[in-house]
C-alpha cells in the first residue's frame, strides 16, 4: 500500500476524529475557556498515543501563581541513531468567535459539507497540526517500518492565538529535549488549491496603545473651544502623521535594518497567478489597493512593514450631537515588522514619535501589552525548504512556487532559542475565513497536506545525507 | 416693599420651587425623555399661572408626521398700550447627563447646598429662566400695579439643546403673536460673580457627522494590512487637516466675510481682570491655552470661529488587542461661527473638503443633522443693552462691563425673523459646569437676576420713551 492509497483508505476517520477535536472550545483568549483549552490538549495527548507516539506529554506554561494554558509534546525517535531530529509546530488553541451572529452554522458544532469541513479551527490551525497524523501514518505504511525515517518531536501550543505569552520561556525551559535539525510549520496557508506553494517567512509584529488627556472634564465647545488643546485633534494629528505621504511610516529609524527583498524573490513572486481584483474581493469588497509607493501589493503584504490603527475613540460616540471638547482620546496601533526589524525597538521609536508629537496642554500615555512577535525568514535554497518542495511537489504533481505570510506567530522565537532553520508547508487557504465567521478548510488539500508531510520526512533523511 | 426686599421674602419657595422643575429630566436629544420634556412644559405653563400671565399656552413645534417638542408662550399686556413689548427668550429643556457615574449627586434629584443649587438645567438654563418669574413679582410688588410697565412676553423653548430644530418655523408661524420692540435673552453667562458683565454676542454652530467605509468586514491586518486603505487612518487624516500650523480652519472660504473684531470691542475685553491661569482651572485643568495664532484667549472664545472634533471611533474600541483593518471610521465635528458667516456655506466647504480629502477605496458620508444655528451680534450702543446695563447696575452696584458668548442658541433667529434687537441679560457662571457632571447654580447671582429682572422692565419703558 503507499502513501496515496493508505490516505484515501483513512480519510473517513480522519475527517471524523477531526470533527471531534473542532467541537471542543478551545479559545485561548477567554478566561471561561481555560477548562476547553485544556481538554483540548488532552484530546490531542490521546490521538497522538494512538497514533504510535512512543511518547506524549502535557507540558504546562506560566508559572504557579500565574498558569499559561497547556502545550502537547510527542515524540517518535528514528530507527537510526544518525537520523536527523524535526520539531513541527502547531497550536490547539483557536480565535474568539464574535460576531457570533454572522457564523451560518455553530462555530464549535464542527460540519461535512460538500468538500469543506466548516467550524473554528478547522484551518487555523487544528486542521492543520491533524494532517501530520494521517501523513506519518502513511509514512509508515509505505515503508512498513516501525519508525518514521527521522526523529519527529511535535510541539502543539496552547496560547497561540493569545500571542504566546509563556511559549517562549517554554522553548528555554524545555531547549535540551527540543533539540533539533529543522523545525516544520504548519500554520500558514499556500497560493491556491490549484497553486501549491511554501511560505518562506511571517512579518513580525508589536502593539501599542496610546491615550492622549486634556481637561479633567469633557468642556462645552461654547465657553472653551478654539482656545484650549482638543485631545482628539491632537489624535488625529498623531495618527495621520505616522505615515509619509509616499505611505511610508514615520517613526525614526523604522526602516534601518530591514532586509529588502532580493531582485529574485520579486521576480518569483511576479510569477504567482495574482489577480488584484480578486483579491481587493477577499479583502472584504476593498475598493482599491493602496500601500507603500514602489512595491506591489503582494509586496506590501509579505515583505514591507507596517503601522495599522486598530481601533480609535473619544468624546461623544453615542446618538445626537454634544457639542464638546472632550477629555480623552484612545488609539490601539499596531506594526507588522519584516527580516532585521526588532519590536522593542519599534516600540521605542513609537514611545519617543508620541511625545514628541503630542502638543503642549496634553498629556501622553503609551502601553505596550506584550514584547511583540519577531518576524522571521527562510532563505529558498536553505535544505529544509528544498526538502519540503520536494514532498509538496510529489503530493500535487505540480510546480511548487513560494510565498510568504504576512500574518505573525511565535515562529522566530522557535528559530532563534532552538537555533534550527525554519520550514513552512501548510494547505490553509487566504479565503478560510481565518479569525472570522465560518471558518472552513478543504478536505481533499487537509488529504493533500498529509501526503506531502509523508513524503517530506523521506525528502528529509535524504536531503542531510546529500547536505 | 422695594424689589430687593420683596425678593429677599420670597427667595425661599422660589428656590423650593425651582428645585422641582429641576427634577424633571427634560433631556431634548434623548428620545426617551420626550414625555418629560413634555412634563417640563407642563409644570412651567401651570407656574407661569400662578405667577400672574393672564394668557399662558403650549405650542407645538413640528409637523403631525414629525413632531417636535413643545415650547411655552406666556403674555401679560401692559397697562399702557402704547408701552413696548418685549420678549423673553430661555429653554426648558437640558443637555444629556453623560457620564453618569461623575455626578456626586443625581443629576435630577437638585439639592440646595450652601451657596448653590446642584442639579441639570440649575443653570442652563431653568434658573436662568425661573429669576423672571421673581423678577416680574418684584416689579409688581414694589409698584403696586396689577400690570408691568412693559408688555412681556415669554417664550420657552424645549429643543435649544438639541439645536432647536423647529424654533425658526415657529417663529415664522407665531410672528404676529410674538411681535416686539426687543428681546431679552437669559440663557448666557457674566464675567464673574463680583464682576458683573452683559454679553453682545453668540457664536453660531453647525454640527456634522462623517463616516468612512472601507472593507465590508474587518480585515485581519496580517493578510491584509499595509496593501488596503484603513478608513482610520483615512479619518485621522481628515481630521487631522481641519486646521493650519496656525490653528486656522482650513475649509475654504471659511473666513470670507467674517466681521472682524474693532479695535475699541479688544480695547474692552482687555479691560476684564482675566487670569488666564484661573480660567485654564475652570477649562477642567487645562494645562495650557492654545488656538488661533494673533489672538488672544479670550477673543479666541468668543469673536473668532473654530472648528472642533467631539467625537470619533471606528475599529477595536474593547480591552485587549485585534489587529485589524477596520470596516469603518466615525467622527462628529462642529463648527463654531461668527457674525458674517452662514452655517449652510460652512457645510458645504465641509462636505466639499471631506469629497477632495478622502483617498481612493473609501467611501465618505457626510451627514447634517440640523441647518445650524447662525451666530448673532448687539451692537453696545443699543437701546436696549444700554437700559439692561443700568438695571444690571441697580443690581449688583456697581460698573456693568461687556462680553460675549462663545456658545450658541436660536438667538440669531429671533432678531432675524422677529426683526427687532437682542439684548443679553444673565447671571450664570462659567464654572457652572453647564453640559457637564456637576451642573450647579449660585442662588445669590439668581436673586441678583430677579432683581435686575425687576427694574429693567422700568428701564425699558424710560429708554424708549428718551429714544
Same mark, same amino acid.
Given at each position: 500500500?503507499?502513501?496515496?492509497?493508505?490516505?484515501?483508505?483513512?480519510?473517513?476517520?480522519?475527517?471524523?476524529?477531526?470533527?471531534?477535536?473542532?467541537?471542543?472550545?478551545?479559545?485561548?483568549?477567554?478566561?471561561?475557556?481555560?477548562?476547553?483549552?485544556?481538554?483540548?490538549?488532552?484530546?490531542?495527548?490521546?490521538?497522538?498515543?494512538?497514533?504510535?507516539?512512543?511518547?506524549?506529554?502535557?507540558?504546562?506554561?506560566?508559572?504557579?501563581?500565574?498558569?499559561?494554558?497547556?502545550?502537547?509534546?510527542?515524540?517518535?525517535?528514528?530507527?537510526?541513531?544518525?537520523?536527523?531530529?524535526?520539531?513541527?509546530?502547531?497550536?490547539?488553541?483557536?480565535?474568539?468567535?464574535?460576531?457570533?451572529?454572522?457564523?451560518?452554522?455553530?462555530?464549535?458544532?464542527?460540519?461535512?459539507?460538500?468538500?469543506?469541513?466548516?467550524?473554528?479551527?478547522?484551518?487555523?490551525?487544528?486542521?492543520?497540526?491533524?494532517?501530520?497524523?494521517?501523513?506519518?501514518?502513511?509514512?509508515?505504511?509505505?515503508?512498513?517500518?516501525?519508525?518514521?525515517?527521522?526523529?519527529?518531536?511535535?510541539?502543539?501550543?496552547?496560547?497561540?492565538?493569545?500571542?504566546?505569552?509563556?511559549?517562549?520561556?517554554?522553548?528555554?525551559?524545555?531547549?535540551?529535549?527540543?533539540?533539533?535539525?529543522?523545525?516544520?510549520?504548519?500554520?500558514?496557508?499556500?497560493?491556491?488549491?490549484?497553486?501549491?506553494?511554501?511560505?518562506?517567512?511571517?512579518?513580525?509584529?508589536?502593539?501599542?496603545?496610546?491615550?492622549?488627556?486634556?481637561?479633567?472634564?469633557?468642556?462645552?465647545?461654547?465657553?472653551?473651544?478654539?482656545?484650549?488643546?482638543?485631545?482628539?485633534?491632537?489624535?488625529?494629528?498623531?495618527?495621520?502623521?505616522?505615515?509619509?505621504?509616499?505611505?511610508?511610516?514615520?517613526?525614526?529609524?523604522?526602516?534601518?535594518?530591514?532586509?529588502?527583498?532580493?531582485?529574485?524573490? /520579486? =521576480?518569483?513572486?511576479?510569477?504567482?497567478?495574482? %489577480?488584484? @481584483?480578486?483579491? $481587493? &474581493?477577499?479583502?472584504?469588497?476593498?475598493? !482599491?489597493?493602496?500601500?507603500?509607493?514602489?512595491?506591489?501589493?503582494?509586496?506590501?503584504?509579505?515583505?514591507?512593514?507596517?503601522?495599522?490603527?486598530?481601533?480609535?475613540?473619544?468624546?461623544?460616540?453615542?446618538?445626537?450631537?454634544?457639542?464638546?471638547?472632550?477629555?480623552?482620546?484612545?488609539?490601539?496601533?499596531?506594526?507588522?515588522?519584516?527580516?532585521?526589524?526588532?519590536?522593542?525597538?519599534?516600540?521605542?521609536?513609537?514611545?519617543?514619535?508620541?511625545?514628541?508629537?503630542?502638543?503642549?496642554?496634553?498629556?501622553?500615555?503609551?502601553?505596550?501589552?506584550?514584547?511583540?512577535?519577531?518576524?522571521?525568514?527562510?532563505?529558498?535554497?536553505?535544505?529544509?525548504?528544498?526538502?519540503?518542495?520536494?514532498?509538496?511537489?510529489?503530493?500535487?504533481?505540480?510546480?511548487?512556487?513560494?510565498? /510568504? =505570510?504576512?500574518?505573525?506567530?511565535?515562529?522566530? %522565537?522557535? @528559530?532563534?532559542? $532552538? &537555533?534550527?532553520?525554519?520550514?513552512?508547508? !501548510?494547505?490553509?487557504?487566504?479565503?478560510?475565513?481565518?479569525?472570522?465567521?465560518?471558518?472552513?478548510?478543504?478536505?481533499?488539500?487537509?488529504?493533500?497536506?498529509?501526503?506531502?508531510?509523508?513524503?517530506?520526512?523521506?525528502?528529509?533523511?535524504?536531503?542531510?545525507?546529500?547536505?
Amino acid at each position: 500500500m503507499d502513501v496515496r492509497e493508505y490516505i484515501e483508505a483513512n480519510a473517513s476517520g480522519f475527517f471524523t476524529a477531526l470533527k471531534d477535536w473542532l467541537a471542543i472550545p478551545s479559545i485561548s483568549g477567554d478566561p471561561a475557556r481555560r477548562g476547553d483549552v485544556r481538554r483540548s490538549a488532552e484530546w490531542l495527548q490521546a490521538h497522538l498515543r494512538e497514533t504510535g507516539f512512543p511518547l506524549v506529554e502535557i507540558w504546562e506554561t506560566g508559572t504557579q501563581d500565574a498558569p499559561g494554558l497547556p502545550a502537547v509534546f510527542a515524540e517518535w525517535p528514528a530507527a537510526d541513531p544518525d537520523a536527523p531530529t524535526v520539531v513541527v509546530y502547531g497550536h490547539h488553541d483557536v480565535q474568539p468567535v464574535e460576531p457570533l451572529d454572522e457564523w451560518e452554522t455553530a462555530p464549535f458544532d464542527p460540519i461535512e459539507q460538500g468538500d469543506r469541513i466548516i467550524g473554528r479551527g478547522a484551518s487555523d490551525d487544528k486542521g492543520q497540526v491533524f494532517f501530520h497524523t494521517l501523513g506519518l501514518k502513511a509514512n509508515l505504511a509505505a515503508s512498513g517500518a516501525t519508525a518514521p525515517p527521522v526523529t519527529i518531536k511535535m510541539l502543539v501550543e496552547g496560547e497561540e492565538e493569545s500571542g504566546s505569552p509563556h511559549f517562549p520561556q517554554l522553548l528555554r525551559d524545555r531547549r535540551d529535549r527540543l533539540a533539533c535539525d529543522a523545525i516544520v510549520i504548519s500554520d500558514t496557508t499556500m497560493w491556491a488549491a490549484d497553486v501549491p506553494s511554501l511560505c518562506t517567512g511571517m512579518r513580525g509584529l508589536t502593539e501599542a496603545e496610546v491615550s492622549l488627556h486634556g481637561p479633567s472634564i469633557d468642556l462645552h465647545s461654547g465657553s472653551f473651544g478654539g482656545a484650549v488643546p482638543n485631545p482628539l485633534h491632537a489624535m488625529a494629528s498623531l495618527l495621520a502623521g505616522l505615515h509619509d505621504e509616499q505611505n511610508r511610516v514615520t517613526l525614526k529609524g523604522f526602516y534601518d535594518g530591514v532586509v529588502e527583498l532580493t531582485d529574485e524573490e /520579486r =521576480e518569483l513572486f511576479a510569477r504567482l497567478p495574482f %489577480d488584484e @481584483a480578486a483579491w $481587493l &474581493e477577499t479583502a472584504g469588497g476593498s475598493r !482599491a489597493a493602496f500601500g507603500e509607493e514602489g512595491f506591489t501589493t503582494l509586496e506590501r503584504v509579505w515583505a514591507r512593514p507596517t503601522a495599522e490603527v486598530n481601533g480609535m475613540w473619544g468624546g461623544h460616540t453615542g446618538p445626537g450631537g454634544k457639542t464638546i471638547v472632550p477629555r480623552e482620546a484612545h488609539a490601539k496601533v499596531s506594526f507588522r515588522l519584516v527580516a532585521g526589524q526588532d519590536p522593542r525597538a519599534v516600540q521605542e521609536a513609537f514611545a519617543a514619535y508620541v511625545d514628541e508629537h503630542t502638543p503642549p496642554g496634553v498629556e501622553a500615555r503609551v502601553r505596550f501589552p506584550s514584547t511583540g512577535v519577531r518576524p522571521c525568514f527562510s532563505p529558498i535554497d536553505s535544505v529544509g525548504v528544498r526538502a519540503a518542495r520536494r514532498a509538496m511537489e510529489r503530493a500535487f504533481g505540480t510546480e511548487v512556487l513560494f510565498t /510568504r =505570510e504576512g500574518g505573525s506567530g511565535p515562529e522566530a %522565537d522557535l @528559530a532563534d532559542i $532552538l &537555533e534550527a532553520p525554519l520550514v513552512f508547508i !501548510a494547505v490553509g487557504l487566504d479565503e478560510d475565513q481565518i479569525h472570522a465567521p465560518n471558518e472552513k478548510v478543504e478536505k481533499p488539500l487537509l488529504l493533500k497536506g498529509a501526503e506531502a508531510a509523508a513524503y517530506l520526512w523521506d525528502e528529509f533523511a535524504r536531503g542531510q545525507e546529500s547536505s
